[in-house]
């Protein structure tokens, strides 16, 4: 079991930067490979990013590569999802979630193969 608490959501002017955190406490947090995902009001849920359990490899959504990095701290329990350049289109409810994986180098981007979810954090950029 693990759990997870995203922070660092808030309202940013369009062109702005926020560095979210997603902290999780548990079982050892270097088993899971980790993803960041938002959903819109009315939208689907979309998948922004994701890292294997050792950080070393990483993989974006079209909408946001060039602009957002996601990056881990195992010593921390903490996974991050820096987002630069922010558009209104960025605005959504960010989640962070995690999936034991039996291999370092594991990505995944599909939400239903997530075990466990935060709650999520509040991203709202203005125009």
């Known amino acids: 079991q693990v759990q997870l608490v995203e922070s660092g959501g808030g309202l940013v002017q369009a062109g702005g930067s926020l560095r979210l955190s997603c902290a999780a406490s548990?079982?050892?947090?270097?088993?899971?490979?980790m993803g960041w995902f938002r959903q819109a009001p009315g939208k689907e849920r979309e998948f922004v990013a994701a890292?294997?359990?050792?950080?070393?490899?990483?993989y974006y959504a079209d909408s946001v590569r060039g602009r957002f990095t996601i990056s881990r701290d195992n010593a921390k329990n903490t996974v991050y999802l820096q987002m630069n350049s922010l558009k209104p289109e960025d605005t959504a409810v960010y989640c962070c979630?995690?999936?034991?994986?039996?291999?370092?180098?594991?990505?995944?981007?599909?939400?239903?193969?997530?075990?466990?979810w935060g709650q999520g954090t509040q991203v709202t950029v203005s125009s």
């Open positions: 890292i294997s359990r050792s950080g070393g490899k990483t």
């Open positions: 548990g079982r050892t947090f270097s088993i899971y490979a």
């Open positions: 979630a995690a999936r034991l994986a039996s291999y370092l180098h594991t990505i995944v981007i599909v939400p239903n193969e997530y075990n466990y």
